[in-house]
T-cell receptor, first 111, second 113 residues
Framework: DAGITQSPRHKVTETGTPVTLRCHQT?????MYWYRQDPGHGLRLIHY???????DKGEVSDGYSVSRSKTEDFLLTLESATSSQTSVYFC??????????FGPGTRLTVL | RKEVEQDPGPFNVPEGATVAFNCTYS??????FFWYRQDCRKEPKLLMS???SGNEDGRFTAQLNRASQYISLLIRDSKLSDSATYLC??????????????FGRGTQLTVWP
């Protein structure tokens, strides 16, 4: 299995609070991605990174920001969490040859 | 229109059955195609890539029809362990997409004894 970890694995927070999710890889892959998965929608791309400090928006980026200061870490921040951001968040990595490997996911509940 | 469309199922089949999943994609510039498998409350994992000539991996056969923009997955001799959600995935390369993957919503399969 690819070396990807996500932290925390579960989090419950309140509306309006900031939340940061971390993705850590040991594969030295160039590309990293953040997705959210919701019933009826499947996996949707939030943000992705194609190198250190190089990021771009996905299809559902509103309300989220990301940072990548090191190859191995990709952070997803919810500046002010809302109930609509309750979801399962997956990080993925790729070496650019198209196949993506996914982390175990973070279950976030915003009350 | 969504990039990738799949029949969500669910498909409920007995052990030993053959089952087929279909998927259509909207962007004719799509370059790479995959089937991922996702177990309940787990992360998606690559099942197999789909090549233009069709490819087989044991009991699994994937087919691609570029003219119809259609992808299929055939599972023969279904096992209980095949129960999962199968995701059709398409890579549209070039331009601003930078090789993003587009996921279908998934087709749920339950194999019963």
């Amino acid at each position: 299995d690819a070396g990807i970890t996500q932290s925390p694995r579960h989090k419950v927070t309140e509306t309006g609070t900031p939340v940061t999710l971390r993705c850590h890889q040991t594969e030295n892959h160039r590309y990293m991605y953040w997705y959210r998965q919701d019933p009826g929608h499947g996996l949707r791309l939030i943000h992705y990174s194609y190198g250190v400090k190089d990021t771009d928006k996905g299809e559902v980026s509103d309300g989220y920001s990301v940072s990548r200061s090191k190859t191995e870490d990709f952070l997803l921040t919810l500046e002010s969490a809302t109930s609509s951001q309750t979801s399962v968040y997956f990080c993925a990595i790729s070496d650019g040859l198209n196949e993506q490997f996914f982390g175990p996911g973070t279950r976030l509940t915003v009350l | 229109r969504k990039e990738v469309e799949q029949d969500p199922g669910p498909f409920n089949v007995p052990e030993g059955a053959t089952v087929a999943f279909n998927c259509t994609y909207s962007n004719s510039a799509s370059q790479s195609f995959f089937w991922y498998r996702q177990d309940c409350r787990k992360e998606p994992k690559l099942l197999m890539s789909v090549y233009s000539s069709g490819n087989e991996d044991g009991r699994f056969t994937a087919q691609l029809n570029r003219a119809s923009q259609y992808i299929s997955l055939l599972i023969r001799d279904s096992k209980l362990s095949d129960s999962a959600t199968y995701l059709c995935v398409v890579n549209v390369e070039g331009g601003s997409t930078l090789g993003r993957l587009y996921f279908g919503r998934g087709t749920q399969l339950t194999v019963w004894p």
